[in-house]
């Protein structure tokens, strides 16, 4: 058995207790870094450094996905040593339907994808069709994972922000308020979609939605004392203040990942600078130029962009890049950024670290 299939072995054990729950933390006693089979390069000044090897995840060979949608990344620590996890939504050979995918890895490279794989799909309501903007969170507190995403349903004029929780990660559960949080289709509503979702130990979970404002959509900060709509507050202010003079996220945000690191809270976002028409439906628009970019708070609430930004990683021009994923471990920050790669002629997802207390790269 290969060393990605015995951590497979480990994960699929937690769901059945043969591993103490208190085996799986957020303390790495081996930094992710260390285990990979590439380096990282620097990018000339700046605060960041590039995986060798990217992309570290493009999709999986399984005979019930026919594309992937949307991935969520996230790294754990069992039994001191980091397991590589990725959850996915599909969409699925024969039905016009999605699935969720799960798989581990230990090296970042290499996924084994669990055997029971869908491990969750849509009961064929509100969310029925699809599912985007996969987002993943651990909560601490009550020791289980919660996925957010963007559910629809077009033929029945459905569309919504989602939300699963499992506590072993394969086996996922609707809250018992249901799993829409926000009907992005009610009257009145002038939301666009869900931008992240995490949680804090002193705060709880925290999102952040995209809603009309300015001529774009942009992000507004959501907290919540529980998994259900009527526990979600949005905060009335952007997020981030509109300027003209900030062109790559001038018409908004198409993804949030949020961490703190020491005293300071970090947003890495998916700006866009505009709007062109859809093809195939020219009653239809999609965001257009889309980039990375970084923002600093004391607070988690208002929010200063990084005068550095956009952050040049792009592949494309114009920008292509789609969910973020990002993750605080050992005084750096671990960044999943999914991107279009032209020399694979798909979309993939690249590694990236975060290194904002070292000084700028030569």
């Given amino acids: 058995m290969t060393l990605a299939r015995s951590v497979a072995f480990l994960i699929g054990a937690l769901a059945v207790g ?18 990979l089979p590439c380096g990282f390069t620097p990018i000339s000044g700046t605060h960041w450094s590039i995986y060798d090897c990217n992309p570290v995840f493009t999709g999986t060979d399984e005979p019930w996905v026919e594309d992937i949608i949307s991935v969520a990344f996230r790294t754990e620590s069992v039994f001191g040593h980091p397991v590589f996890q990725v959850w996915y939504s599909a969409a699925m050979k024969g039905y016009q339907s999605w699935g969720l995918g799960y798989a581990v890895s230990d090296d970042g490279i290499e996924w084994a994808t669990h055997a029971d794989n869908p491990v969750y799909g849509p009961t064929f309501g509100w969310d029925a069709q699809r599912a985007t903007a996969l987002t993943v969170a651990w909560n601490a507190a009550e020791g289980e994972y919660a996925i957010t995403y963007q559910g629809s349903d077009l033929p029945n004029d459905s569309l919504g922000m989602g939300v699963i929780t499992s506590t072993n990660g394969v086996a996922w559960r609707e809250p018992p308020a249901g799993s829409r949080l926000i009907d992005l289709t009610a009257a009145g509503n002038y939301y666009c979609w869900p931008l992240g979702f995490t949680w804090q130990p002193d705060e709880g979970y925290i999102g952040y939605i995209a809603a009309n404002a300015s001529n774009g959509c942009h992000a ?5 004392d ?25 018409a908004g945000a198409t993804s949030v990942a ?28 999609r965001t257009n130029d889309t980039t990375l970019a970084v923002a600093t708070s004391e607070t988690g609430v208002r929010w200063t962009r990084d005068e550095d930004n956009p952050v040049p990683i792009s592949l494309n021009e114009p920008g292509r890049v789609g969910t973020i994923g990002a993750q605080a471990i050992n005084g750096r920050v671990h960044v999943w950024v999914t991107d279009f790669y032209p020399d694979l ?14 000084d700028a790269h030569p």
Avoid at 18 to 31: G, K, L, M, Q, T
Avoid at 226 to 243: G, H, K, M
Avoid at 345 to 358: A, R, T
Wanted: glycine share 6%; proline share 7%.
């Fill in 18 to 35: 043969c591993v103490s729950e208190n085996e799986v933390r957020d303390d790495f006693e081996v930094d992710p870094v260390d285990i």
């Fill in 220 to 224: 507004f900060r959501f907290d919540a």
């Fill in 226 to 250: 529980a998994l259900a709509p009527d526990a979600i507050n949005v905060r009335p202010r952007q997020a981030l203040e509109t300027r003209s003079n900030t062109r790559y996220d001038a």
């Fill in 258 to 285: 949020t961490v703190v690191l020491g005293e300071t809270h970090y947003m890495f976002y998916t700006g866009f600078s505009g709007w062109v028409p859809v093809k195939t439906n020219p009653n239809f628009r």
């Fill in 345 to 358: 002629k798909q979309k993939g997802v690249g590694y990236f670290l975060y290194e904002p207390d070292s």
